[in-house]
């Protein structure tokens, strides 16, 4: 399994991730795209993080951190949820931390190396992403990739007191 790519490359959570956890889960900003509603302590993040290591097949999650290549930085995380074998399909989070990182291209390079891994690793079929409607960057980004936008979930986030439409995107592997 090849999850490298020409600005990043993608690997495990390790226990030295605990203060990039920390930071991002409990930053409200970010909050919305995460269905949190409250903090985490440290305790609670190291004890996600020492059974970061189990299975996708066992747990339905896979969150990898994404590293640029340069300097080794972490600079943002890649959640695979909801995955069913059965159904061969999963959903697919990320996000790039810092407004400095953001536009670089290492979201558009994680997606692609993320749909080559499920596809052709995890034998998937699709990739679905829900991203609310004010997501302008995320919708053009998912899309550029080849994610069709399916459906229109209403009044479905609720949000800095009000609700959000979200969009369901779709990115369906032909040849399996």
Known sequence: MNLKGEKIYLRALEPTDLDFLYQLENDESVWE??????PYSKFVLKQYLENAHRDIFEVKQLRLVIC???????????????????????GLGIIIFSETDKGQGYATETIQLVISYGFSH???????????LDNKKSMTLFEKLGFIKAGEKKDWVWSQGIFKNEFFYQLINESS
């Open 33 to 38: 795209v995460s269905n949190t509603c409250s």
């Open 68 to 90: 640029k290549r340069e300097d080794e930085k972490a600079v943002g995380f890649l959640d695979l949820f909801d995955f069913d074998p059965r159904h061969r399909r999963a």
């Open 122 to 132: 995890l034998n998937l079929h699709q990739l679905y992403a829900n991203i609310t």
